[in-house]
C-alpha cells in the first residue's frame, strides 16, 4: 500500500501520558472483521473513547477539542500485544502521521513504517518536555524533521534528535515500500529457495 | 581468523538471509508463512492491486480460528462480519492454490495449535504468521515471529520480508520445579520480573535445566507468551525430545528425509562461549503458581503474595492506578480467595492436550462450582480427540462442565465467547489487556491447575492444596 511521502511535518499534537498501551487498545479485536483497508479510524481507542451507548466519554483526550494535531505523544512501551496492522491503519486513518514515545513495541514500530506512519523514539526527559509543553499551551507546535532526524518544541526550542535505519528513511522520504524492492529481487529469491532445505 | 563462537538464533538467521542491505534490514527468508482469516484478506487485495502472484503457495498454509464459534460449527457461521472474513480466506486460498483447513476440516484448529501436531513446523525453519503468537513455534529450535499484513502481502508475493536482526537475549532457569508448578507459571514469573517491555528489540534463546527437563507442548507455552515480554520471540535448542515428537507427524520428513533432517537438526545449538548481548537467570525453586492482578502480563505474582503498591512496581503510578481501578483491586490486597465469575482453558498458550490432562487432574472427583462459567476449549479438532479418548471428557462432564468445539474463543473474544463487563475470569491464555477477553472483561491470566482450582472453588485458589 502506498502512502504520502513524509518529510517535515509541523503540528500541534494530541498527549497520551499513559503507558503500554497495547493495540488492543488501539483498536479492540472485535473491529477486525473487515476484509477491506478502511474505516478503522473511527474505531480509534474504541473503549476509552466511547461510552456504551456511543456516547463520547468526555475525559478522553481525542474528545477533549483543545487538542488536535497530526502527532501523537504517548507514554512508554506504546503498540506492544497483538501484531495486528489494524492498529497502525485506525491511528493513520483517524489522521495521524507521527507517533512519538520514549519507546515502541517492535511490531507496532515495523508496521508503523510499512504504512507511512513515523515513530519517533525520543528520551524519556524530552519526553516529559512534551507533555509539559503541551500542558502549558495545547496549540504547542512540533516540528518533526526527517530527512535531519530531529524533533524540535517550536515554542522552546528544545530539540532531539532521534534513530531511523537509513532504508526506512528512504522510504518514509519517498512514499515507497518493501513490496516493490522485494519484486526487483525475484530471480536471486528464487534461487536461493532452490537450495533451502524447506 | 578463527570464526565467532555462534547461538543456535545466528545459525537459523544467517542462513536465511538473501541479502543484507547497508544501513537497513535483511532480505529474510521464509520458509513456512501461516495465515488465518484476519489478517489476511487486506493483504490478498494488495497482491491483486499489484497483479502479483503468491510466489511459492506450497510454503503457506491457512487455518479459520480467530473469528470461529465454539458451538454449532457444522451450522452457517452467524455473524455476517465474521461469515465474510472466512469465506474470504477459502476463496483467496483456492484462488492461488494455498492448502486451507477451515471449520469443518477435521485438520482445523488453532494456527498455532495445529502447526506443531501435523510435523508442519521444523527445527532450523523461519516462520512468520499474521499473529503475534507465532513465536510459539521458537519451541522447535525454529525462528518464528508475529507479522503485520504488509508483511503477509510481502511473503505471499516473494516468500521474504524486510527485517533487521534483533539482539540476542538468553534467559536461563536452573533447578527443579516444586509440585504444582507449570510451564505457563515459569514464564508468567519470568514477565513477572522483566516486564511488559523487559526484551523488546531482544529475540530470546530459553536455556537451563527447567527448560531441558520440559515437554514440547510446555515449551511452546513458554515461547508463545514471550512476546509478552516485548521480545521479537523465543527459542528453545532442538534435542532427543523435540525429535520424538516429530517423528512419524503427518508432514515431518519420514526415511532417507528424516535422517538427513535429523543430521542437520541436531547441529542447531548455541556453542560454548558464544556471546549474548544480555543473559538473565532465575532459579526455579523461587517460582509459585502465578497469577496476574492487572492489564499487562507483566502485572503478576505468586498466587500466595500480595498486590505490589506502586511504588515497589516503579513507572508512572498514574497507569499503575490506572489499571487496578480497571481491575477493581487495591494495593497490597490478597489474590487467594477473590470470587471468579468464568474459567477459560484453551487458546494457543494452554489448549493442547496436556493441558487439559492438567485441569482433569484437579477436577477429578470434584464438582464445579455453582456460580462458575467454564468455557473449555481445546486448541484442535485432533486435542478434542484426545479428550474424548483419554477419558478427559468423562471427567469433565462427571464434575459438571461441557465441552466446547475448537479455537481461539474468549482468548480475544471475535467471537460469541465474551466476558462480561466487570466479571472476573481467570484464563489460562496470553494476554490480560482491557476488554480483551469483551468489553469490560477482567482477566486474570494462570496456568490450567489454577484455572482448574478456581473452577471447582469459585475462588482464587492454590491448585497445590487440592493436588
Known amino acids: 500500500m502506498a502512502y504520502d511521502k513524509f518529510t517535515v511535518l509541523k503540528s500541534s499534537a494530541v498527549p497520551m501520558p499513559i503507558e503500554n498501551v497495547d493495540t488492543d487498545q488501539i483498536i479492540p479485536a472485535r473491529f477486525l472483521k473487515a476484509t477491506e483497508r478502511k474505516g478503522f479510524g473511527d474505531n480509534l481507542f474504541r473503549d476509552w473513547r466511547y461510552n456504551n451507548d456511543n456516547s463520547p466519554k468526555k475525559d478522553f483526550v481525542l474528545n477533549n477539542t483543545i487538542y488536535s494535531g497530526k502527532i501523537l505523544v504517548a507514554g512508554r512501551n506504546f503498540g506492544s500485544g497483538s501484531s495486528r496492522e489494524h492498529a497502525a491503519w485506525a491511528i493513520y486513518d483517524y489522521g495521524f502521521r507521527c507517533?512519538?514515545?520514549?519507546?515502541?513495541?517492535?511490531?507496532?514500530?515495523?508496521?508503523s513504517l510499512n504504512i507511512g506512519i513515523l515513530p519517533v523514539q525520543v528520551s524519556p526527559a524530552f519526553l516529559d518536555n512534551i507533555f509539559t509543553a503541551i500542558e502549558a499551551d495545547p496549540n504547542t507546535q512540533l516540528e518533526v524533521n526527517l530527512p535531519e532526524q530531529t524533533i524540535t518544541i517550536l515554542a522552546t526550542?528544545?530539540?532531539?534528535?532521534?534513530?531511523?535505519?537509513?532504508y526506512k528513511k528512504h522510504n518514509m522520504m519517498n512514499g515507497y515500500d518493501d513490496i516493490d524492492y522485494l519484486q526487483s529481487l525475484k530471480t536471486e529469491i528464487q534461487s536461493f529457495a532452490a537450495k533451502s532445505m524447506y | 581468523m578463527s570464526k565467532q563462537a555462534a547461538t543456535l538464533f545466528d545459525k537459523v538467521w544467517d542462513s536465511h538471509v538473501v541479502r543484507k542491505i547497508e544501513d537497513g534490514p535483511d532480505v529474510f527468508f521464509i520458509d513456512r508463512h501461516f495465515i488465518h482469516e484476519v489478517t489476511s484478506p487486506v493483504a490478498f487485495l494488495g497482491l491483486e492491486s499489484r497483479g502479483l502472484k503468491v510466489i511459492f503457495p506450497e510454503k503457506t498454509f491457512a487455518t479459520a480460528d480467530h473469528n470461529t464459534p465454539t458451538i454449532n460449527q457444522h451450522l452457517p457461521v452467524q455473524d455476517p462480519l465474521s461469515a465474510n472474513q472466512l469465506k474470504a480466506l477459502e476463496t483467496n486460498s483456492s484462488k492461488y492454490g494455498i492448502s486451507h483447513w477451515g471449520l469443518g476440516n477435521p485438520k482445523n484448529g488453532i494456527v498455532h495449535v495445529v502447526g506443531p501436531e501435523n510435523g508442519i513446523t521444523l527445527p532450523g525453519m523461519t516462520i512468520v504468521c499474521g499473529d503475534s503468537h507465532t513465536s510459539t513455534h521458537g519451541a522447535f529450535g525454529a525462528i518464528a515471529f508475529g507479522i503485520g499484513t504488509s508483511e503477509v502481502e510481502m511473503v505471499l508475493s516473494s516468500q521474504c520480508i524486510m527485517q533487521p536482526k534483533p539482539k540476542k537475549m538468553r534467559i536461563k532457569v536452573n533447578g527443579k520445579l516444586g509440585k504444582g508448578i507449570t510451564p505457563k507459571d515459569v514464564v508468567l514469573y519470568i514477565i513477572s520480573k522483566?516486564?511488559?517491555?523487559?526484551?523488546?528489540?531482544?529475540f530470546v534463546e530459553f536455556a537451563g535445566e527447567v527448560f531441558e527437563n520440559m515437554s514440547m507442548e510446555g515449551r511452546m507455552t513458554v515461547c508463545n507468551m514471550s512476546i509478552e515480554m516485548g521480545a521479537r520471540g523465543g527459542m528453545i535448542a532442538p534435542d532427543e525430545t523435540t525429535f520424538a515428537y516429530i517423528k512419524g507427524r503427518e508432514k515431518a520428513p519420514q526415511g532417507e528425509a528424516w535422517d538427513k533432517a535429523l543430521a542437520y537438526w541436531k547441529t542447531l545449538k548455541t556453542e560454548e562461549g558464544a556471546a549474548f548481548d544480555l543473559e538473565h537467570n532465575f532459579d526455579a525453586a523461587d517460582i509459585e503458581p502465578m497469577i496476574t492482578y492487572g492489564t499487562n502480563p507483566g502485572m503478576g505474582i505468586g498466587i500466595t503474595q500480595h498486590i505490589p503498591t506502586a511504588q515497589q512496581i516503579g513507572g508512572s503510578k498514574a497507569s499503575y492506578d490506572k489499571s487496578l481501578d480497571y481491575m477493581g483491586f487495591h494495593e497490597d490486597e490478597e489474590m487467594l480467595g477473590k470470587k471468579v465469575d468464568y474459567v477459560f482453558i484453551g487458546s494457543c498458550t494452554n489448549g493442547r492436550i496436556e493441558d487439559f490432562r492438567a485441569f482433569a487432574s484437579i477436577v477429578k472427583g470434584r464438582k464445579k462450582a455453582e456460580h462458575i462459567t467454564a468455557w473449555i476449549v481445546p486448541g484442535s479438532h485432533i486435542v478434542e480427540q484426545q479428550i474424548k479418548d483419554e477419558g478427559i471428557l468423562d471427567i469433565l462432564t462427571e464434575a459438571g462442565f461441557q465441552?466446547?468445539?475448537?479455537?481461539?474463543?474468549?482468548?480475544?473474544?471475535?467471537?460469541?465467547?465474551?466476558?462480561?463487563?466487570?466479571?472476573y475470569a481467570v484464563s489460562t491464555s496470553n494476554r490480560n489487556f482491557e476488554g480483551r477477553q469483551g468489553p469490560g472483561a477482567r482477566t486474570l491470566l494462570a496456568s490450567p491447575l489454577v484455572a482448574a482450582a478456581a473452577a471447582v472453588t469459585g475462588v482464587v485458589t492454590d491448585p497445590r492444596e487440592l493436588i
Not at chain 2, 522483566?194 to 531482544?202: F, H, K, S
Not at chain 2, 466446547?404 to 466476558?419: E, F, H, Y
Open chain 2, 403 to 423: 465441552l466446547r468445539q475448537p479455537g481461539c474463543s474468549a482468548c480475544l473474544a471475535m467471537n460469541d465467547d465474551k466476558i462480561p463487563a466487570g466479571k
Open chain 2, 194 to 202: 522483566l516486564t511488559a517491555a523487559g526484551a523488546t528489540g531482544y
Open chain 1, 157 to 166: 526550542g528544545e530539540k532531539e534528535s532521534f534513530d531511523i535505519n537509513g
Open chain 1, 99 to 111: 507517533v512519538v514515545s520514549s519507546f515502541f513495541a517492535d511490531i507496532f514500530k515495523n508496521n
